[in-house]
């Protein structure tokens, strides 16, 4: 019998996009924080879609402004973004130019079967279309309880939207960030994780893809 490895791999190097530089942070919607050129170059070496990518380095750049102790990057976001949705794109979702993802991306009901927790519907259905069970929603899956608590506009349009990438990514960072601290270390990386995936395998996987996308530093 093969056991699965209960380690949690150490905390991935953790990236800045390049920014626009389009004044005060705050008061520019997410999808256009990151320096357009970048956002072209990192889209093709990555084949990430280019406005998830755009909400992931968006996010980043947000959370440096206002929470640089924090340390996350795009990359873990992406990372995230990937496990849970393939960057919006499950089951053949996409997400529009004004980072609307549609189909709505919806997972199981969370009724407590095999290797399901049980989660008694918490949002009279608005969010993910049950009003017996939770489902989470969104392309980073998110429990309808958790985005009530957390849920941030990314977009600047007024409201917090789970099935909207800039919304759903800045609302990730957020959570991350509460839940972890200092996401630059190996203790800081694990406590986020196991805050928004309780699976060791789960923040795994997500440390090999943030590696994966992290660019790599120039020989010197």
Partial sequence: M?????TYAPAPLQQLPEAAGRGDMAEVPLAELALGSWLADTAERTEIPPRALAAYAGAALRLARTQPECGIGWNTLAGIGMVESVHGTYLGARTDDDGAVRPAIIGIPLDGSEGVMAITDTDDGELDEDAEW???V???????????????DGNLDGEADPHQI????????????ESGGDVTTDDGWTTALAAYN???SYANDVADLAGSYAERPQAS
Avoid at 139 to 150: K, N, S
Avoid at 166 to 177: G, K, N, P, R
């Fill in 134 to 136: 939770d489902r989470a």
């Fill in 166 to 177: 800039d919304d759903a990514a800045l609302t990730a960072a957020h959570y991350l960030c």
């Fill in 138 to 152: 969104g392309p980073m899956q998110f429990i309808p309880a958790t985005w009530a608590d957390h849920a941030v």
């Fill in 198 to 200: 309780r699976s060791v």
């Fill in 2 to 6: 093969t056991w699965p490895d209960l």
